[in-house]
């Protein structure tokens, strides 16, 4: 049985020939049944307490009550989250959520991101796509160890699946955990999933004003990671102009301009890395 | 389309309450969704029978209450609307308005038989 939750479902395996982080959640159940457009199982002629008071003949009488809930629509989603803070600070595990539109070089970012910090920091990775498990193999040629979730067709990682997954891949005391979040620069936005930091990658092929088309996950972010400056030459893309539009969004937003192709910027990114998880170190060591 | 995982907690939330009180079925859930909350409130009216059904709340009704966007700017020195998320002030146009309401998302109450 699952301990994170106690659903009992829970698989998800680092076999990389296998499909990893088949977790039969309960959302799965869900979407096979969302577009299913059959014939509806009401019977028509039965009585229906749900339409109305349906029954209640005496003046003054329904069979309905109302009762007050108040509760925050995501409050599951965060108190899984604050089980994997929780979880992650007992190991000293600091632990990054990358969020970007497909296509912006996350997993080319990461694997580079490895590679430089080798040697200084142990890297464990946690994939989020909606299905096959390419990204967790081109991590692993790296030599880090990572897992792959499938959501299926879910548009985003949740504080669930990625608890699921934290258990599984155990990463060692005192490393750094990149969870890379499905591309798709609005719906991870609000899911928190236990991370340090959200870190936002936009690429200089997509267009200036991304952070004010999109201003939810450029607000929720700490460090804007602008990418592809290999090809700045070729495009007209304004950098200035990008960075202003994301600080307009989220005036705390840190930016670093990045290629993980050349390179270019890396070192910077890695700093800031290091400087974080020191910093966050402190903070937990005091509290 | 995250409105489905929102939509799976609000059916969530209800079930679990209906429980609780020992109700035999959900006819009514009332939530608050603010007007800039990161939330399509169609969306979340379009899932929600697909995802309640086979529940304790198959059936029920939806009513979505929008709460209005206001923000702080500390350059009028005052509450301002705001009628999109991260727009300028409307009485003097900068860019520092502060969010005070308006991103509430939230199952208030519930209708049970």
């Known amino acids: 049985m699952c301990s994170v939750c106690g659903c009992g479902e829970a698989q998800v395996v680092l076999d990389k020939d296998k499909p990893v982080a088949e977790h039969a959640h309960p959302h799965d159940h869900v979407h096979d049944h969302s577009h299913d457009h059959g014939p509806h199982h009401h019977d028509e002629g039965a009585i229906d307490y749900g339409r109305g008071p349906a029954g209640a003949h005496a003046p003054g009488v329904s069979q309905e009550r109302m009762v007050a809930i108040e509760r925050d629509i995501l409050s599951k989603n965060d108190a899984y989250a604050r089980e994997n803070r929780r979880a992650l600070a007992a190991k000293g595990v600091f632990a990054l959520n990358f969020v970007s539109s497909p296509g912006s070089g996350k997993t080319a970012l990461l694997a580079r991101t490895i590679v430089a910090l080798k040697g200084r920091l142990a890297v464990s990775v946690i994939e989020g796509d909606q299905q096959t498990s390419n990204d967790a193999e081109r991590i692993r040629a790296t030599g880090a160890p990572a897992i792959q979730i499938n959501t299926g067709k879910g548009c985003h990682l949740d504080a669930h699946m990625v608890g699921h997954a934290i258990e599984t891949l155990d990463p060692e005391p005192n490393s750094t955990l990149f969870i890379e979040n499905v591309g798709n620069l609005v719906c991870p936005a609000g899911f928190d999933l236990g991370e340090a930091h959200k870190v936002v990658v936009l690429s200089v092929t997509e267009g200036e004003d991304k952070p004010l088309k999109y201003p939810d996950m450029f607000a929720a972010a700490d460090l804007l990671l602008l990418n592809k400056s290999d090809l700045l030459p070729h495009l007209d893309f304004d950098v200035g102009l990008c960075l202003a539009n994301a600080l307009r969004i989220n005036p705390h937003l840190q930016t670093l301009v990045v290629s993980a192709k050349t390179g270019e910027g890396l070192a910077a990114f890695v700093a800031w890395i290091e400087a974080s998880a020191a910093r966050r170190a402190a903070a937990l060591a005091k509290a | ?113």
């Open chain 2, 1 to 113: 389309m995250h409105e489905m995982s929102l939509t799976e907690s609000i059916v969530d939330i209800a079930v679990e309450a209906a429980r609780k009180e020992g109700a035999e079925r959900v006819t009514r859930v009332v939530v608050d969704v603010g007007a800039l909350s990161h939330v399509e409130p169609e969306a979340l009216e379009f899932c929600f029978a697909a995802v309640s059904r086979g529940t304790l709340a198959e059936g029920a009704r939806l009513e979505i209450a929008r709460l209005p966007g206001a923000g702080w700017c500390p350059d009028c020195g005052k509450t301002v609307a705001l009628a999109e998320r991260f727009a300028a002030c409307p009485e003097c146009g900068g860019f520092r308005v502060q969010m005070t309401a308006g991103d509430e998302l939230k199952v208030r109450e519930m209708e049970i038989a």
